[in-house]
């Protein structure tokens, strides 16, 4: 027997761009030839996260209401929510080390594939910055702010962190490359010369001026502002992600 779904609940188009990236690329874009892989890159920063809809439903909006929602919910049980943009001022390289067909991945939001900084990767900013850089007085916080997994004296953190989210997702991604010159040096062990050809790595990253919402929450108005201001300061002068070593990875507040 036969049932015929109706006409205004038929997907007319496949959305959710980390199920297609993870687990639905066509069969040509396994070809790891460095000019195949470029095209390839090309076409999934082109057209994999340029439609940010589902149906009619634009899925930024649908989010960002949905989060706001989580955020009142949060302020009605008492907790001191801060919410605060910031920019990206050169490319992000977010989850490079991830698993991917295309060898080099990245993070999206699991069920709807929203570019994000995992709450845990701006935890782990936060608390590099502090241990390298910070302070006297915020090197004795840092257990306060982020908990002590101390046997004699275990604690949480006084600080929660959400994922931060890009707030509108056109144009997210670019393709980059970077160019090794030395390979036959770093893959068998050869002496590094000036005639060997270059090897070029093409890789996809956020694109600079993308604006991502953080939102940080905790019982104590001053402990989540004194965070809120080490994510500035650590994102600015630091960044976050791959690669940070050579200028990636920076946002400023906006």
Not at 133 to 150: A, L, P, R
Not at 151 to 161: A, M, R
Not at 221 to 235: C, H, P, T
Request: net charge neutral; aromatic share 12%.
């Amino acid at each position: 027997m036969e049932y015929k779904l109706p006409g205004n609940i038929k997907i007319q188009k496949t959305f959710n761009p980390s199920f297609l990236f993870d687990k639905c690329l066509s069969a040509k874009e396994y070809n790891l030839d460095s000019k195949d892989k470029l095209n390839t890159l090309k076409d999934i920063a082109n057209s994999l996260f340029s439609d940010y809809k589902f149906g009619n439903v634009d899925v930024y909006t649908a989010y960002k209401n949905r989060m706001e929602s989580v955020a009142n919910g949060l302020k009605n049980q008492g907790y001191v929510v801060r919410t605060f943009m910031l920019k990206s001022v050169s490319g992000l390289c977010i989850g490079m080390g991830r698993d991917s067909a295309i060898e080099n991945g990245i993070t999206l939001e699991r069920n709807l594939g929203i570019p994000i900084i995992p709450s845990s990767s701006i935890k782990g900013v936060i608390r590099s910055y502090v241990t390298l850089y910070g302070t006297d007085e915020e090197k004795s916080k840092i257990n306060i702010y982020f908990g002590s997994d101390d046997d004699d004296n275990p604690k949480s953190g006084e600080v929660d962190f959400l994922n931060a989210y890009m707030i509108s997702g056109h144009g997210s991604y670019k393709v980059d490359i970077i160019n090794n010159h030395f390979q036959d040096y770093y893959s068998e062990g050869k002496a590094p010369n000036d005639w060997f050809s270059p090897n070029p790595v093409y890789f996809l990253r956020i694109s600079e001026g993308k604006v991502f919402e953080f939102t940080i929450l905790g019982r104590d108005e001053k402990i989540v502002s004194e965070v809120q201001n080490l994510i500035e300061k650590a994102f600015k002068e630091v960044g976050v992600g791959g690669k940070t070593s050579v200028g990636y990875g920076r946002m400023i507040k906006v």
